[in-house]
């Protein structure tokens, strides 16, 4: 419950934050905290300076801009999943960000660091990929924006340098008429996902999947994508779900389970979206 | 490597020097001795710790107490109007809302924010805002009517 | 008399300083000079430790003290004790291994959790940076976890004392032949192995303590979040620390919730009352969640054979049973009683079985140590019989509710009718076991359910009805007899009524209240009897300096046998105020009735108020030759036998067959507690008691791996029931009055958790009968998804 003795810097420009990281020997960004503190206080992680971007405006704030969605880093759940701007383009985001934790968890944890940590449990990473989401990221060298898809590369793990921020996630709207559904089948003393099936149908039949909890981390599932793409029916489709992956085991939810868990979620969430 | 902060801690102004790592409940209960706040887990799972920052019910074990500098804390102690105890207050006495009383601070906390972004829940969306808070006396039917109790309250004093 | 508050929802008197934030709990405190304990615990549920080096520790600035188990053993302190004996089958004393403060070199950790040695400093930051710096060797050896595993031959030991890990074996009931016979002459057998796995209380307050030596006058403090200081105090003064007992006092403040896991004297009490001494200063440890969970005694935890016999009619014949019980790595204080006298003794149940046999082996095992959890022994006996009946009912085509009926025990009240004797030492007090099913099947409406049902069978969602009807044995407990059982204490209580000269009234009880609102219930006896407003009455308990002596609360006894003291103290206040009336009033004293508040004398209108004798008594002149001044009488009660409530708890539960996911839908509870002072409080216990059943049917237990590791030792792991698991419970009730007790009371504070387990596990099988899944005869609890699941694609 007592964390070991770091530094403390707040940030109020992205810059400074980033000069803090560069000169800190171990140092943290500090968002929500909802990953990090518990950490902390059980010393399983231990930087010597933690950088709060929290009060950063410019890391701050939900609109559209020429056909994209666009939330800062620092937005927390709760805010995304009331903002009008995310239920009137994306609303599967809104339903996705309310299932997070509980409710004192979406009132502080923000988009920005439940990403950054990528917890394979978790459920941003599966929204994102489905979204088709991009990640801003501003670091020593300069902003780069990159897919979901290549932000994420394994288990709790991201291209994120120590030095980088998450500025924004933008999403392309899609066209008028996509149905998108998050179905998440949750592990309950957590609250994370055990299977959370993100997707996105646009009219012209092109269907995004993926799953958070099931492998290493989220993941999009070509198989069941061009399924489901190419007409076939959400029985059939979810059927090639969690295939050629490696799964997921717990006390809760074994492989074998998990991966039929995967399937059972995958059909629901594309006969949600037919 | 103390830092200085200031917050308004149920409507009283406080400068203190803290450790980064002290955490908002530890400065709570050991710094200002407001004792109402509880600790019941170190996963910020249970929620007794529950307390709001600037108006939003949030976890204080999972908040540093750096990053309550400037902000506007309102804790248990704090929700009644003077001798005038805040309906959810009531309705925990009125509905047997409560046993041990040890996460009734937090479950009070919470329950506020729920009213106040959800004026009349329903009995299943009154059970989902509280899911983020334990209560191992109850079984949670009576919270629940407590909850119900207040809501109808507020929507009476709203309309008076 | 008219009762203005016994039978009543009187609002609870203590409330008001808990949703203020104004409770005070043990954490809440913070004693001058005080300084806080870190105590090192071992990572390794089996292992022997080398070496202990503390100098760096001991060197940090803000360090006070280090202490290792070698000071504790050089200074003669023994370990915590057993506070019940039961002995092997043969007559030997059951293995009794010490369980020390903390572990020292040289010897072996026996769990996760196990105390090494404890660090004090003048912050909780500096402890638990320093406890880091403590460096320990350990020799890591296998362990083992399962009870059943560790009686084996070439299980690894947990104390060289207890050969095969065999703390004692214990069996009760009839001769085992004639069960024999009556099992392999029966019709049918239903047969069950389960597991009735391991609890973890978690109550929502952490354990924490505080010692505080005083020099000047050598005394001692204990702070500590309690169910019973005087036992507490008992113990540790008497058999673990050897000082005094009238130089220590033990308070329990505000308590946030026991579940039995608060009842026992755990060595961190010993620790900081003997640190206090060492450094003479105050000591405060409070458990983090982490600790608790590797700490705090767990509850239940027996692997089952069970085998009940039917004859072609369905009466039962025979019930037989072979159990190992886990008691973890040493003998907590009740914890021999738990599988035995509490256990063993209830296995009659509600029916008229006429063999029962139970052999029972309880075994010592590298992990926390077993103890009561709500319910204690109880709830494991009403699983055991509870899910036989409803598989009988299932194997045998006969419905459920018919085949608890057809074997029920006739209804008896205890005075018109004889108690009822059991094949297995108890003799019930009174019972109507028909009236509650048949209450809770009105309220099911179960035609309609069945109904229901066969239309869901068709579809993804099965519907299931789960059925439980339970009888246990609580108001813990007849002195004489649990001695004879080997309880090392009395089960009586104390009850002090002191009327103030202006007749307020303060009463003291030897009972605890952690959530039971004694403040409350307690005080509606008090000012009915005495006639006064409850206002006028306060109720003290929780420190042994105020209060003379006291068992404390679990098994659901405070009102049965706290209540009972309470009310002998009442009688004799009222009795001498008589005295005093009848000289006041010029009248003789058989002539005078107590009622509402005064005595009058009969036929007249001449009377004298209740407040005008109290001030009497104080202020004695004109006043009964020979009678003392004052008024103010304790009385220790202890009850002529166990009292026993009984209920039926009905679960209506659907099963997603495609995820094996259940949810509770409906949950029906009648139960009968004998008469209700409170009923919104019996309300509450019933509520409380139904939430933590319904958590061990379908969301909680402890899972230790192979090297005794708990796997889910927090709450990201380990399920707790939240808002949204639970539905809104519908109650209703019966009320057989105890025939043995002056309030007719019997106690509502397990009978929740007892009868609710096996509803809702009965009520997933009969979900997966009804879907086809008519073979399947177990899953375990909990009833998780994936089990279920499997248990369909099996």
Known sequence: MIPHSFDYKRASSVEEAIEILQNGSYAKVLGGGHSLVPALKLRLNAPDTLVDVTRIESLKGIGIEDGTLVIGAANTHHEIATSADVQNTLSFLAKGASAIGDVQVRNKGTIGGSIAHADPSADWPALLL????????????????????????????????????????????????????????????????????????????????????????????????????????????????????????????????????????????????? | MEIKISVNVNGKDYVREVEPRTLLVHFLRDTLRLTGTHIGCDTSSCGACTIHVDGVAVKSCTMLAVQADGCTVTTIEGLAQGAELHPLQEGFKECHGLQCGFCTPGMIMTAADLLAKNPSPSESEIRHGLEGNFCRCTGYHNIVKAVQYAAEKMSNEVSA | MSNKYIGKAVKRVEDKRFITGKGKYTDDMILPGQTYAYIIRSPYAHAKVNSIDISHA?????????????????????????????????????????????????????????????????????????????????????????????????????????????????????????????????????????????????????RSAIGLYEPSTDRYTLYTSTQNPHLIRLLMCAFVLGIPEHKVRVVGPDVGGGFGSKIFHYTEEALVTWCSKQIERPVKWTSERSEAFITDAHGRDHVTHAEMGFDKEGNVTALRIKTFANLGAYLSTFAPAVPTYLHGTLLQGLYTTPKIHLDMTCAFTHTNAVDAYRGAGRPEATYLLERLMDLAAHEMGIDPVELRMKNFIPPFDGVNQPGYQT?????????????????????????????????????????????????????????????????????????????????????????????????????????????????????????????????????????????????????????????????????????????????????????????DIALTAYIPHNYPAGLEPGLDFSSFYDPAN??????????????????????????????????????????????????????????????????????????????????????????????????????????????????????????????????????????????????VWRAMNS
């Open chain 3, 58 to 206: 001991l060197s940090a600035e803000g360090v006070v003290a280090v202490f290792t188990g070698d000071d504790i053993a050089q200074s003669g302190i023994n370990g915590v004790p057993a506070g019940w004996q039961v002995n092997f089958k043969n007559g030997d004393i059951m293995k009794e291994p010490p369980h020390p403060l903390l572990v020292g070199t040289g010897s072996t950790v026996k769990h996760v959790g196990d105390a090494v040695a404890v660090v004090i400093a003048e912050s909780k930051e500096i402890a638990a940076d320093a406890a880091e710096m403590v460096e320990i060797d350990y020799e890591v050896f296998d362990a083992v976890v399962n009870p059943a595993d560790a009686v084996k031959e070439g299980a690894p030991l947990v104390h060289e004392a207890a050969p095969n890990n065999i703390a004692f074996d214990w069996e009760i009931g009839n001769p085992k032949a004639e069960v024999d016979e009556a099992i392999a002459n029966s019709h049918h057998v239903t047969s069950l192995e389960f597991v009735n796995q391991r609890m973890i209380p978690n109550p929502i307050e952490p």
């Open chain 3, 423 to 611: 094949q297995v030492a108890l003799q019930y007090d009174s019972g109507n076991y028909q009236e509650v099913l048949k209450r809770g099947v009105a309220m099911l409406g179960y035609e309609e359910f069945r109904k229901a049902q066969a239309e869901a069978a068709q579809s993804n969602k099965l519907l299931g009805v789960g059925f439980s009807t339970y009888v246990e044995a609580c108001g813990i407990a007849p002195s004489a007899v649990v001695g004879a059982l080997g309880a090392r204490a009395g089960l009586y209580e104390v009850g002090q009524v002191r009327v103030q000269p202006t007749g307020k009234v303060s009463v003291y009880t030897g009972a605890h209240s952690h959530g039971q609102g004694h403040e409350t219930t307690f005080a509606q006896v008090v000012a009915d009897k005495l006639g006064i407003p409850l206002e006028d009455v306060e109720i003290h308990h929780g420190d042994t300096e105020t209060v003379a002596f006291g068992m404390g609360t679990y098994g659901s006894r405070s009102l049965a046998v706290g209540g009972s003291a309470i009310v002998k103290s009442l009688e004799k206040i009222i009795e001498k105020g008589a005295k005093i009336a009848a000289h006041k009033l010029e009248a003789n004293v058989d002539d005078l009735t107590f009622a509402d508040g005064k005595y009058t004398v009969n036929g007249t209108d001449k009377s004298v108020a209740f407040g």
């Open chain 1, 130 to 274: 489905a979204a088709d989401a991009s990640i801003v990221i501003q670091g020593a060298d300069g902003t780069k924006t990159v897919s979901a898809q290549d932000f994420f590369t394994g288990f709790f793990s991201t291209i994120l340098e120590e030095t980088d921020i998450i500025t924004q996630i933008r999403i392309p709207i899609p066209p008028e008429g996509t149905k998108s559904t998050y179905q998440k089948f949750v592990q309950p003393a957590s609250r994370f996902a055990i299977v959370g099936c993100a997707a996105v149908k646009e009219p012209s039949g092109a269907t995004r999947v993926a799953f958070a909890g099931v492998s290493d981390y989220a993941f999009r599932d070509e198989a069941v994508e061009s399924a489901s793409s190419s007409g076939a029916s959400a029985e059939e489709a979810a059927s090639k779900a969690a295939e050629g992956v490696s799964i997921m085991s717990d006390h809760y939810a074994s492989e074998d389970y998990r991966k039929h868990l995967a399937k059972v979620y995958a059909r629901r969430a594309l006969v949600e979206v037919s």
């Open chain 3, 642 to 787: 166990f009292t026993y409530p009984f209920g039926c708890h009905i679960a209506v539960v659907e099963v997603d067959k495609e995820t094996g996911k259940v949810s509770l839908k409906r949950f029906i509870a009648v139960d009968d507690v004998g008469n209700v002072i409170n009923p919104m409080i019996v309300d509450g216990q019933i509520h409380g008691g139904l939430a933590q059943g319904i958590g061990q049917a379908l969301l909680e237990g402890a899972i230790f791996d192979e090297n005794g590791q708990l796997i889910n030792g927090s709450y990201m792991d380990y399920c707790m029931p939240r808002a949204d698991d639970l539905p809104m419970f519908e109650l209703d009730r019966t009320e057989t009055p105890c025939p043995h007790n002056p309030l007719g009371v019997k106690g509502a504070g397990e009978a929740g958790c007892i009868g609710s387990t096996p509803a809702v596990v009965n009520a997933v099988l009969d979900a997966l009968w009804s879907g086809g899944f008519g073979h399947v005869k177990d899953i375990l609890m909990p009833t998780t998804p994936e089990r």
